[in-house]
């Protein structure tokens, strides 16, 4: 899966389940690009900071193979994944000098690859989310059987490639240990090289295919019979600033539902890392009770959070007539906290059901007085319904269940904060001490300073949108982002504990953007960066200054696009381009250094930086993946003949 800033649909009476037309996340800047290109040079305007030389920022997101077929089932999650990336040269004498270069790489994953040239599938392998929300049962068991002969069949003679693992690796990027990983949760980490975005091979956990490491011993997945499920990783895998290890969950269809890694690096973080207890793969987690679309988690110096939320994902829901992908708002929406070694020890807060794709950040702290206590803290992007799901499939939501009034909230999107604060034996029931939103601004995308994570960072950064029919756009319409956002968490928190709001449906700071963009005080908590009118932008990655004098003391890298390059049909013209904005991030003002892209990027998911150290840094590699434009395909053998027939007949 992937995720986004989205909106509700205005009319849930008499709507069609799929929009007719062009596919609001298939047309415009959502539309897919045909082309990749190598390290280009580009142009630039303003003046790029030198603490950005030699580093490297990169984006994944879906970006479809083919988009002829508009009428399919499709939704933004889906998609093969495509890394998007800006280097910063260093040129001129002694380096002087910053030469941004843009790339742009398919990851070449098995689907892909088994997909490339292939005249027989005229729709993507893989069923479209889309399809798993909203189809019928025959629909659905019609569209599993179809991926399922789909991949035994690309092990026969005259395949493109056999497909092992079904992850179209197209969420998030991250560094651990020396690797770049692109990652999204039907799979393993994929390995890609920096900067040509070149893929290495899957990841798992222990070594990547194309390293010379003879390491044969198995990571994520383990030698049980269910291996090949327990190797998909959330996409939004967790490494400490300060140990180095990588965090991860992976969520299954049995019991017992979700299991944990641990992966220490193989080397030392920085000049002193405490000391980890090597590695660990596949622990279960107790205590949930169905499969669930868990998509985020949150992680602390010596805690981790996994959200049971009542959005279900599970296969067995079409046997009593309920979708794949399911939101009951009428269950309890639970955190299960615990040591990071220890999960066997985890205590479940309950609170009233909401959908958390993204947390921002999550840090401990403990006292003293009156008892020794630690509590856990927890800031994330929580929205009130599953409404995110459908509109970006151009799907119209179901008619909600009925539910108590004291659980009825208004369509949001809001930063959250939770206080979980820990029962000293576990015998006593947990209960959430604070859970109110830090703003009323809509925010998604969250991303702070990497140096801060897993601490009581400050600032956190994200998406929002001034649009007024943001919760209640027509269907057919696509969200896009107008506004950056800086809140200072800290502040509010502190406020929000001497005047605490109401519990769950409160907010500590009230205003909406137009308020905040008037205010003229300096030190306002929160800050608004808006783009200029039919300009929009993505989620943006801090940088920090290289001697920050404050936390905030960096800039906020976003590729961005004016769509006034779209045509009269909404659709983009073949010389429409993007650009990358280094915008200050401490004034959330003034852009420093616009650059101009050879190509567009399409609106699309999430990204970091890498730098120069960690560039250099990357572990060995004997060979990358190739995409051949000639692939010699076996079509003399009877198992090759029939395998060519079937798949022409299913796809």
């Known amino acids: 899966m992937s995720e986004s800033l989205l909106r509700t649909v205005a009319s849930r009476n008499d709507e069609p389940s799929q929009v007719r037309g062009s596919h609001p996340y298939l047309s415009g800047n959502f539309a897919p690009i045909q082309r990749t290109r190598p390290l280009t040079p580009c142009a630039f305007t303003g003046v790029i900071p030198m603490e950005l030389a030699g580093g490297q920022y990169v984006r994944n997101g879906g970006n479809p193979t083919t988009n002829e077929d508009l009428g399919r089932d499709a939704h933004w999650f889906d998609g093969d994944g495509m890394l998007s990336g800006v280097l910063f040269s260093r040129g001129g004498e002694k380096g002087s000098d910053v030469i941004p270069r843009f790339v742009n790489q398919y990851i070449l994953t098995d689907v892909h690859l088994n997909a490339q040239g292939n005249e027989n599938l005229k729709r993507p392998l893989l069923p479209s989310i889309a399809t798993l929300v909203s189809g019928s049962l025959v629909t659905i068991i019609m569209t599993v059987i179809r991926t399922i002969l789909l991949v035994l069949l ?37 390995r890609f090289q920096l900067p040509s975005l070149e893929t290495v091979g899957w990841y798992n956990g222990r070594k990547a295919e194309n390293e010379p490491s003879r390491d044969q011993r198995a990571g994520f997945g383990g030698d049980s019979p269910i ?6 990783t959330t996409g939004h895998p967790k490494v400490d600033p300060v140990t180095g290890e ?13 299991f944990y890694s641990i992966i220490p690096p193989s080397k030392p973080a920085g000049k002193w890392t405490p000391p980890t207890l090597g590695p660990r793969f596949n622990v279960p987690i107790p205590g949930v009770a169905s499969p669930k679309m868990m998509h985020d988690f949150g992680v602390s110096a010596r805690h981790t959070v996994i959200m049971d939320l009542p959005l279900s994902l599970n296969p067995m829901n079409s046997l009593s007539g309920k979708p794949v992908v399911s939101y009951d708002p009428t269950e309890r929406s639970r955190f299960g906290v615990f040591p990071r070694y220890e999960p066997y020890e985890v205590q479940w807060f309950e609170t009233n059901a909401c959908v958390i794709f993204h947390t921002a950040n999550c840090w401990e702290t403990t006292s003293t007085k009156p008892l020794p206590e630690t509590s856990v803290h927890l800031l994330a992007c929580r929205l009130t319904s599953a409404s995110v799901v459908y509109s970006a499939g151009a799907l119209a939501p179901p008619v909600p269940k009925p539910v108590p009034p004291e659980y009825v909230e208004e369509e949001q999107c809001r930063l959250y904060y939770f206080n979980l604060p820990l029962t000293r034996d576990g015998t006593e029931r947990p209960t959430i001490r604070n859970q109110w939103a830090l703003s009323a601004i809509p925010f998604e995308f969250p991303t702070l300073s990497a140096a801060h994570e897993m601490g009581p960072a400050r600032y956190i950064y994200g998406c929002s949108t001034g649009s007024s029919s943001y919760y209640s756009a027509a269907l057919g319409k696509a969200a896009k982002i107008d506004y950056l956002a800086k809140i200072d968490a800290q502040t509010l928190i502190a406020r929000g504990e001497e005047h605490p709001p109401q519990q769950i449906k409160g907010c500590v700071d009230t205003r909406g953007i137009d308020e905040i963009m008037h205010s003229s005080d300096p030190d306002d908590p929160i800050k608004m960066f808006k783009m200029p009118e039919g300009w929009f932008t993505q989620e943006p990655r801090f940088v920090p200054r290289r001697n920050a004098v404050s936390e905030d003391d960096g800039w906020l890298l976003t590729y961005v696009f004016d769509e006034s390059q779209l045509n009269d049909q909404g659709e983009c013209l073949e010389d ?10 401490r004034n959330m003002r003034d852009v420093v250094a616009r650059v101009k892209l050879p190509q567009r990027v399409p609106y699309g998911l999430h990204g970091a930086w890498f730098s120069e150290d960690k560039i250099r840094g990357q572990q060995e590699f004997s060979s990358v993946r190739r995409a051949s434009d000639k692939v010699e395909i076996d079509t003399t053998s009877l198992a090759a003949l029939v395998r060519d027939i079937l798949e022409r007949w299913i796809g």
């Open 154 to 190: 690309s092990s026969l003679p005259g395949s493109r490639r056999r497909v092992k693992k079904i992850s179209v690796a197209n969420t998030s990027v991250v560094y651990h240990d020396g690797r770049a990983l692109a990652t999204c949760e039907s799979g393993p980490p994929m």
């Open 246 to 258: 990588m965090i991860a969950f992976h969520g299954v269809f049995i019991k017992p539902y979700v």
């Open 576 to 585: 429409a381009i993007s650009e990358l904005w280094i915008i200050d991030a």
């Open 227 to 232: 291996a090949f499920m327990k190797e998909w």
